[in-house]
């Protein structure tokens, strides 16, 4: 007896007949009779190579399993117009249902890296934003329409969502429309590709399972997104490599087995439903995101500063640093045999301010992580010298000189001298070793006889910065009178 999934999908499908389809079979040469349980290992490098499959909808005991999605360590699929998710572990073993408060049920999934997303039947006015890990609605995206297909786009941060036959779009996350595709024949489940080579396009690629208007028929196909156009002579028939199946749940994963994207999908048979693992083609994972580099929290205009930044390649490759200094400015790439700790560079800013340095790390093969989180340096602009008050009185006179910066002052050389009248005791000076950021100190002359007029002028210089003062003054003998 066909289950009744596949009568409710025909009559929503308002009976729609398409001629048949010929595929063109692209099976696995090596091919050996397929395990019950998804195993993980090396296969043969080729399109269309089985990488697993499983009895979903027997394992589970449901028949209308449709959607399927992967976060790298669970599979998940929700039964078809139900709030029921029913989850199973990377070697295919059940695990059990899961429900998110707020869902009512689900049809289709995608997943971005951090949360799933999905529509049911109803209501087909949102999409759902999901943690299936803590069971939480995130979130809703406006939908401009039913999205019972959804593939995310990391491109363009969006979402390609349909209704079998009816729309093929690309909506960003605020909802709106932003590309439409003429839709295919009807379909069901999308992938969003940017890693497979196919001769003659340039990519990314849609794939889409189709067949769910042409009888127990599931034909996955695949569209260049550039042209907008069907590639010929691309596709797999996978309801006739399982003996039976209509269309189901599709998802481009990087993350079922380390340098492979793999084709993931569902296919819906009249006793159980079939959960399937496809390599597409050969990738290299990029390393890690570093974690923020590690460095100095403040520092000085004009004087070099080290950075690191640390991290892995998922394939052990050798990791080349290249590091944003906030200013405007980025490092080269850093090679791994460059001399000094691994990942470190150095660095000068030339004017004051609060910088974000980041990092972000790539492999040999070119394949690049994102940017890491920043560490903030706060770089102070050289020691500013000033000349405060000058005061005079009986045989000697004293300057303050301030550090009004917000670094020390080392090694301050200072003078003192007086122009004018008859007087002994001319010049002084001498050398402070430092001025704190913020702090003053007190310097005195020698002693000091004469009479008349005199101007005093105070000079502090040290690396960076230099004050002067001049003052007016009169000698009364013994006593030097300031004048303002």
């Known amino acids: 007896m066909k289950k009744k999934l596949v009568s409710i999908l025909v009559c929503m499908l308002m009976c729609v007949t398409t001629g048949a389809v010929t595929a ?10 397929l395990p019950q349980i998804a195993t993980p290992s090396p296969q043969d490098r080729a399109m269309w190579d089985v990488l697993f499959q499983f009895d979903a909808g027997g394992l589970s005991g449901s028949l209308y399993l449709v959607g399927i999605g992967f ?41 971005d890296g951090t949360y799933f997303y999905g529509q049911g039947q109803s209501p087909t006015n949102v999409i759902y934003k999901m943690d299936f890990a803590t069971q939480t609605l995130i979130g809703t995206i406006p939908s401009p329409h039913a999205a019972w297909n959804i593939a995310y786009d990391a491109e363009h941060d969006g979402f390609w969502i349909g209704q079998w036959q009816s729309y093929l779009d690309l909506i960003d996350r605020s909802g709106v429309v932003i590309d439409t595709i003429t839709p295919p024949d009807s379909m ?21 399972s189709t067949g769910t208007s042409t009888g127990m028929q599931n034909i996955i196909k695949v569209i260049d997104l550039a042209t907008k ?66 460095g100095p929290d403040t520092g000085v205009i004009g004087i070099e ?19 944003d200094w906030g200013d405007g400015t980025m490092s080269d790439w850093i090679g ?87 007087f002994m005791g001319k010049e002084a000076g001498g050398t402070i070793l430092a001025i ?21 002028t105070v ?13 007016n003054a009169t000698i009364l003998l013994f006593f030097i009178k300031i004048k303002a």
């Open 436 to 456: 704190p950021a913020g702090e003053e100190r007190t310097v005195t002359s020698g002693l000091i006889i004469g009479f008349g007029k005199t101007v005093i």
């Open 24 to 33: 063109t079979q692209l099976t696995d040469e090596h091919a050996t009779p």
């Open 71 to 111: 976060d790298g360590t669970y599979f998940y699929c929700p039964e078809f117009a139900t709030g029921n998710i029913h989850k199973f572990n990377a070697d295919g073993t059940y695990v059990g249902i899961i429900t998110v408060p707020g869902v009512p049920n689900l049809i289709d999934l995608t997943y």
């Open 305 to 323: 500063y080290s950075f690191q930044a640390l991290t892995t390649d998922p394939e052990s490759d050798q990791v080349y640093y290249m590091f």
């Open 336 to 422: 791994p045999f460059a001399s000094g700790a691994p990942g470190s560079t150095t660095h000068t800013w030339d004017d004051a301010g609060t910088y974000e340095v980041k990092a972000k790390a790539k492999d040999v093969g070119g394949g690049e992580s994102g940017w890491s989180e920043a560490h903030s340096i706060i770089i102070y602009s050289t020691p500013v010298l000033e000349i405060g008050n000058i005061t005079g009185g009986l045989f000697k006179v004293k300057a303050v000189i301030k550090n009004t910066g917000f670094v020390d002052a080392d090694h301050i050389q200072w003078t003192m001298t007086l122009v004018g009248g008859a």
């Open 459 to 471: 000079t502090a210089t040290c690396e960076g910065s230099s004050a002067s003062k001049d003052q």
């Open 188 to 208: 069901l489940g999308m992938a969003w590709d940017p890693w497979t080579n196919i001769e003659g396009y340039d990519g990314p690629f849609l794939w889409i």
């Open 229 to 294: 156009t069907l590639i010929p002579g691309i596709e797999h028939n996978v309801a006739a490599e399982l003996g039976e199946g209509m269309a189901g749940g599709l998802e481009l994963s990087m993350n079922y087995q380390t340098g492979l994207a793999v084709l993931i999908g569902m296919t819906q048979g009249t006793t159980n439903d079939y959960a399937f693992g496809y390599e597409l083609s050969t990738t290299n994972a990029p390393p890690l995101t570093p974690a923020a580099p590690t």
